[in-house]
């Protein structure tokens, strides 16, 4: 119903910026909740930023928070992520993902995964 492309991902420095987007395709995008989660290799799936159907709340991880901005354009059907003074620690794999009513931090509020995009930030 939903299918989400990620994209922006990259080898960037510690302190850089990057901007990631996803692409949604599907005539009820506008209806779902979106969220960012990432995985480090061998570590558990972990929530990033949320927004709302309409754009008009966002939650943030404790990690995320003052660093990354979650941010939607229901007309062009994508959300973004964009991220600043990127840490080491902030390597990992980034995925978007959609639900129905699915505003928060878990994994299973989500029914909709992109395929990821690769952040990985030296030192």
């Known amino acids: 119903q939903v299918q989400l492309v990620e994209s922006g991902g990259g080898s960037v420095q510690a302190g850089d910026s990057l901007r990631l987007s996803c692409a949604a395709s599907?005539?009820?995008?506008?209806?779902?909740?979106m969220g960012w989660f990432r995985q480090a290799p061998g570590k558990e799936r972990e929530f990033v930023a949320a927004?709302?159907?309409?754009?008009?709340?966002?939650y943030y991880a404790d990690s995320a928070k003052g660093r990354f901005t979650i941010s939607r354009d229901n007309a062009k059907k994508m959300v973004f992520l964009q991220m600043n003074s990127l840490k080491p620690d902030d390597t990992a794999i980034y995925y978007c993902?959609?639900?129905?009513?699915?505003?928060?931090?878990?994994?299973?509020?989500?029914?909709?995964w992109g395929q990821g995009t690769q952040v990985t930030v030296s030192s």
């Open positions: 993902a959609a639900g129905d009513n699915a505003y928060g931090r878990s994994t299973l509020g989500y029914g909709y």
């Open positions: 599907g005539r009820t995008f506008s209806w779902y909740d």
């Open positions: 927004i709302r159907w309409s754009g008009g709340s966002t």
